[in-house]
């Protein structure tokens, strides 16, 4: 039983605001110890249940926060950035279950903590087949079309309520309740650890017996990015696959998802080279 996990930051435990989940404010370095604990968490009730093997893709910002002498050393990490497939890199067909860990809800949606869509300072809105799209969503598609169920997400009370929605009989692990984008009621470690351990290990089981299914999108499959600004939007129509549709808004195509997503991240990466930095 292989275990695939990709771990962000804004959803882990504790966490509510931004300069937790920021290599400038001084509390960063705490919360990477709550990234990693959260991750062992996961690791651990994975294990009791029969897990294998497990990769744990850090998938926030600069994807180096998770503390690997603090890891569980049944667990091997991919640590770093610039990956062509960003959240999801390491994915394959050879994995039997994908863990979401510490994930957040899409900005606009309700009133997720800390929520945005990738690159917050840069994306609004990111929408599949036109259905606005989380990142929790977008990264199941590519899952989807490796053939790997989503097993386990793990969060704020707003990104499991979606996660629900969306993925059948899915185990989630709400470790806090959003108050506001810049609030949350927060689980101490212990109880919210229990609780992750509690939904690995029921998600283990559930993938083991086939009770869970891939999430999978229509194809062709259309995306459409809305930045926060008319410079990304512009900067991508350099490349002849992005076909701008409204002032701050590009759309591509492709007849299979992992094309699609390659092409989501070469339109962020391009995207942002559009609005000069202070």
């Not at 950035?81 to 999801?88: D, N, P, T």
């Not at 990015?225 to 808004?249: D, H, M, W």
Request: aromatic letters at 8%.
């Amino acid at each position: 039983m292989k275990v695939f996990m990709s771990v962000d930051m804004e959803g882990i435990t504790g966490v509510s605001v931004g300069g937790q989940v920021g290599r400038v404010d001084g509390e960063y370095q705490r919360f990477r110890k709550l990234m990693t604990a959260d991750t062992n968490a996961a690791i651990e009730g994975a294990l009791a249940a029969g897990a294998t093997e497990i990769l744990v893709n850090d998938s926030h910002g600069s994807m180096t926060n998770i503390l690997i002498e603090e890891l569980n050393p049944k667990a091997r990490l991919l640590s770093g950035a610039k990956k062509h497939y960003g959240m999801m890199q390491g994915i394959s067909d050879a994995f039997d279950v994908l863990f979401f860990v510490g994930y957040h809800d899409r900005d606009g949606a309700d009133d997720g903590v800390l929520n945005h869509t990738y690159m917050g300072g840069t994306v609004y809105e990111i929408r599949v087949n036109g259905v606005p799209a989380s990142e929790m969503l977008v990264n199941a598609g590519l899952a989807g079309h490796f053939g790997v169920p989503i097993g386990l997400v793990t969060g704020d009370h707003v990104i499991c309520r979606s996660a629900a929605q969306a993925f059948p009989a899915v185990e989630t692990a709400p470790v806090k309740e959003a108050v506001n984008r810049y609030a949350a009621d927060c689980l101490t470690p212990h109880v919210a650890h229990e609780l992750i351990r509690a939904g690995a290990a029921q998600a283990v089981a559930k993938a083991e017996a086939g009770a869970i299914q891939p999430y999978t999108v229509s194809l062709p499959v259309t995306f459409e990015i809305e930045f926060k600004s008319t410079g990304e939007a512009y900067t991508c129509e350099l490349v002849p696959q992005f076909r701008r549709v409204g002032n701050r808004t590009i759309s591509f195509a492709a007849d299979d998802y992992l094309s699609a997503y390659r092409l989501l991240w070469a339109a962020l990466a391009l995207g942002r080279s559009g609005t000069p930095q202070a």
